[in-house]
């Protein structure tokens, strides 16, 4: 089974970038969607982006413009890239891959940015 690590939150500045990896413990490349999700506590958990193999991706509207998902397949990683932050961004931020049978998650990455 996939175990799935997602690192590079912390605290960061409105107008900020910061860099999600998300590792995988064993070759994601026959893994077709994996992708990057928030959930605010008392919130429903929210699309931010995904990516499938083939490199085809999708965003969340609150997202679009501003951050980039892309994926290495050789290095097992997806990424998040997150640029003009803005303080209603700051949540937990789970990484995701689709796989038969129940997704995989990891265990979030706290992702706090200041006005």
């Known amino acids: 089974q996939v175990q799935l690590v997602e690192s590079g939150g912390g605290l960061v500045q409105a107008g900020g970038s910061l860099r999600l990896p998300c590792a995988a413990s064993?070759?994601?490349?026959?893994?077709?969607?994996m992708g990057w999700y928030r959930q605010a506590p008392g919130k429903q958990r929210e699309l931010v982006a995904t990516?499938?193999?083939?490199?085809?991706?999708n965003y969340g509207d609150s997202v679009k413009g501003r951050f980039t998902i892309s994926r290495d397949n050789a290095k097992n990683t997806v990424y998040l890239q997150m640029n003009s932050l803005k303080p209603e961004d700051t949540t937990v931020y789970y990484c995701?891959?689709?796989?038969?049978?129940?997704?995989?998650w990891g265990q979030g990455t706290q992702v706090t940015v200041s006005s």
């Open positions: 064993r070759s994601i490349f026959s893994i077709n969607v």
């Open positions: 995701n891959a689709e796989v038969p049978g129940p997704d995989l």
């Open positions: 990516i499938t193999s083939g490199g085809r991706t």
